[in-house]
């Protein structure tokens, strides 16, 4: 069964920073896009960030260009969101997901794209 684990969410000061991980095991994990969203209460959920089954593109929303950074370790199975300098209106439930491909460096960046989802984390960037 396909998990995906996502953690690091938490309480924040604006300006502070955050480091969401996520566990998964879709295999082979080196085949997957793995991408971040978020969803903030009464909004659609959207697209934060994004990066191909061999790390070697990236792509985020231009809300956290600058700020957030995704990475990804195939050895580990896992796939990290760096946030820093954190605003109010990052506040949200982020989550993890995962699309097979068989291109190495193509992202997806909306969530009909996405096959497998985690269940989130929060974030609160209190100000």
């Known amino acids: 069964q396909v998990q995906l684990v996502e953690s690091g969410g938490g309480l924040v000061q604006a300006g502070g920073s955050l480091r969401l991980s996520c566990a998964a095991s879709v295999r082979p994990f080196g085949h997957h896009v793995m991408g971040w969203f978020r969803q903030a209460p009464g909004k659609e959920r959207e697209f934060v960030a994004a990066?191909?089954?061999?790390?070697?593109?990236?792509t985020c929303a231009d809300s956290v260009k600058g700020r957030f950074t995704i990475s990804r370790d195939n050895a580990k199975n896992t796939v990290d969101l760096q946030m820093n300098s954190l605003k109010p209106e990052d506040t949200a439930v982020y989550y993890c997901a995962a699309r097979p491909v068989l291109r190495t460096l193509v992202v997806y960046t909306t969530p009909a794209e996405y096959t497998y989802w985690g269940q989130g984390t929060q974030v609160t960037v209190s100000a």
């Open positions: 990066i191909s089954r061999s790390g070697g593109t990236t």
